[in-house]
C-alpha cells in the first residue's frame, strides 16, 4: 500500500507570510493527489487536485506542485481564515489514502 | 446545492453492530462513486470504504475489511455503512463524501459519530 508523509506535523506562521507544506508518496502516484483544509468541528473542504489543478472558488494564494513522490502546498500569503489543519490525499481507482494533517497555528 | 445528510451514529459496545445512511440530493446520485470516511477524536482522516455507481464493485480500508459493508440504493439516493464486529478503535466521526469526475472528494457532509465503548 502507497504511505503518505506530511512535514511538517505542526508549522506556526503569522498573517502575510509564505507558507510550504510538504507530501511525500512511499512510491510515485503521478500527479494523483489532492490536498484539504479542514477547519475544527468542519468537514474537509478540497483546494487543490491532480496536484496543481486549483477547485473552483479557492483563493489564489493556494497552490501546488510536484509529481511522482513529493508535492508541495504553498500558501503565498497566509491570511487569517487560512489557519486550520492541511491533509494531501493520494487516489486511485481501488483506494483512497491520507497523509497525517498539517496543523497551521498562529505564531 | 449539494447535499450529503449522514445518520445513524450511536454508542454501541464492543462486537455490536451499526448501520449508517447518507442522504444524497442536489446532484445525479446514480452517476458518482461514493465514500465513506472517518476521523477519531483529535486525530486525523482515514479513508473507510468506496462503492462504484452501481455498486458493482466495492473497496474497504485494511482496518475494516470482512468487518464493514458499503451499499447504495440508487432509487432512493441513498448511501449505507454496515458495520460489524465493532471496536474501540472505530469510534470516529463518520463522513459521506461523494467522489468528483477526478476522483477526489468534492463534497461532504457533516457527518455522524459512532461511539464503541462498554
Known amino acids: 500500500d502507497i504511505q503518505m508523509t506530511q512535514s511538517p506535523s505542526t508549522l506556526s506562521a503569522s498573517v502575510g507570510d509564505r507558507v510550504t507544506i510538504t507530501c511525500r508518496a512511499s512510491?510515485?502516484?503521478?500527479?494523483?493527489l489532492a490536498w484539504y483544509q479542514q477547519k475544527p468541528g468542519k468537514a474537509p473542504k478540497v483546494l487543490i487536485y491532480r496536484a496543481s489543478s486549483l477547485e473552483s472558488g479557492v483563493p489564489s494564494r493556494f497552490s501546488g506542485s510536484g509529481s511522482g513522490t513529493e508535492f508541495t502546498l504553498t500558501i503565498s500569503s497566509l491570511q487569517p481564515d487560512d489557519f486550520a489543519t492541511y491533509y494531501c490525499q493520494h487516489y486511485n481507482t481501488y483506494s483512497r489514502t491520507f497523509g497525517q494533517g498539517t496543523k497551521v497555528e498562529i505564531k | 446545492e449539494v447535499q450529503l445528510v449522514e445518520s445513524g451514529g450511536v454508542v454501541v459496545q464492543p462486537g455490536g453492530s451499526v448501520r449508517l445512511s447518507c442522504a444524497a440530493s442536489?446532484?445525479?446520485?446514480?452517476?458518482?462513486?461514493m465514500h465513506w470516511v472517518r476521523q477519531a477524536p483529535g486525530k486525523g482522516l482515514e479513508w473507510v470504504s468506496l462503492i462504484t455507481w452501481d455498486g458493482g464493485s466495492t473497496y474497504y480500508a485494511d482496518s475494516v475489511k470482512g468487518r464493514f459493508t458499503i451499499s447504495r440504493d440508487n432509487s432512493k439516493n441513498s448511501l449505507y455503512l454496515e458495520m460489524d464486529s465493532l471496536r474501540t478503535e472505530d469510534t470516529a466521526l463518520y463522513y459521506c463524501?461523494?467522489?468528483?469526475?477526478?476522483?477526489?472528494?468534492?463534497?461532504w457532509g457533516k457527518g455522524t459519530p459512532v461511539t464503541v465503548s462498554a
Open positions: 463524501a461523494k467522489d468528483s469526475n477526478e476522483y477526489y472528494f468534492d463534497y
Open positions: 442536489g446532484f445525479p446520485f446514480e452517476n458518482n462513486i
Open positions: 512510491q510515485s502516484i503521478s500527479r494523483w
